[in-house]
């Protein structure tokens, strides 16, 4: 069986810097928001959606950021996470009560340390190359 999932690596420009939206997840995971994809919706439509659904923010989604993660999950589910980058500005995250614990808007290096699994650091080093053209 394969899950799959679609979401993006979110920032916003505080003094010039980026900082990044890091979710704390009801398992007690630091990571980015994401979530399933819906029967005839696209990854981008999804990430989209689910952006907005868990943490109440409409981004400007840049496609040509696509990395796929593909991991297989503690109770032996095949899983294929699909991240995009979003950029906002001017809108306060809320999050959504029954998937989010909480929300954290982190300078780079802070949110690379405390993000839970070494794939998800691998995406946010790739995210912040591509937004400084490195």
Known sequence: MLEVSAGAIIYTKINDKNHYLVILDNHNNYGFAKGHIEKDETEIMAAIREIKEE??????????????????MPNGVNKKS????????????????????????????????????????????????YINNE
Do not use: S
């Open 55 to 72: 943490v109440n923010i409409d981004i400007e989604l840049d496609d040509n950021f696509r990395y796929e993660l593909n991991y297989v």
């Open 82 to 129: 699909i991240y995009y980058l979003g950029y906002y500005e001017n809108q306060k995250p809320i999050r959504q009560v029954e998937e989010i614990e909480k929300i954290l808007l982190l300078p780079y290096k802070e949110a690379l340390d405390i993000l839970t699994f070494d794939n998800m650091k691998e995406v946010l080093i790739k995210a912040e190359r």
